[in-house]
């Protein structure tokens, strides 16, 4: 008879999934980081990647909502609209985004050269064009973004992506109610997790406060 408490069937001392891992929420990404990977990509002639990370920034959407981007999402006619509006994969409500001019710019740049038609994926895959980048590829992608100007990719994510544009509109209005809609959250609560806004408050008045 085969003793199960001194040969058990299975390791116990199995590692846990996040040994030697980072873990918790991504940081967001400063100004100037983001101004840093824009040039970088410019110089680099990397328009796919550029017209990514834009609409990335602007569009505050998950990755699994970001790589399912059609041009028609997007696009009113020959030109890239200023306001679009997705459903969102978790929730499945819409969710309403701007494009500033920089966007628009280069992703009007990227459907001309790659010649993409209304009903095309707007990041279709390299190897069928008929499908879109996955989210695996899309996180590769934004390791290489960071890693580009010297950040350490493993403190950073696709949500670093999300959280950048919503952490910027919330520290120069304070406008929590605004940040929510931007970011589609159903609760509130939600975004106040999300944005760990109640720590960088008590920590920007601990700084403000002289005793």
């Known amino acids: 008879m085969i003793d199960l408490l001194s040969n058990p069937p299975y390791s116990t001392s199995k590692a846990p999934w996040n040994k030697g891992k980072l873990v918790g929420q991504k940081p967001p990404l400063k100004l100037k980081e983001i101004w840093a990977i824009r040039i970088r990509l410019q110089i680099l002639g990397r328009t796919r990647d550029l017209a ?58 990227w459907t001309a050269c790659q010649e993409l038609s209304p009903g095309d994926y707007l990041f279709p895959s390299r190897t069928n064009r008929l499908l879109h980048i996955s989210t695996r590829q899309y996180a590769r992608i934004v390791d290489y973004w960071t890693s580009l100007i010297g950040l350490d990719r493993h403190e950073y994510g696709t949500h670093s992506l999300r959280r950048t544009k919503a952490t910027l509109i919330y520290r120069r209005t304070k406008n929590l109610r605004a940040v929510q809609l931007l970011l589609g959250h159903t609760k509130i609560e939600s975004t106040v997790r999300y944005l760990g806004i109640e720590v960088d408050d008590a920590l920007e008045m601990a700084e403000q406060t002289e005793v």
């Open 52 to 109: 990514l990370f834009n609409l990335a920034i602007d569009s505050k959407l998950r990755g699994c909502d970001l790589v399912k981007i059609r041009v028609a999402d997007i696009t009113h006619g020959s030109g890239v609209s200023s306001r679009a509006s997705v459903l969102q994969n978790k929730t499945g409500l819409p969710v309403r985004f701007e494009l500033t001019e920089q966007t628009r710019e280069s992703v009007q740049t």
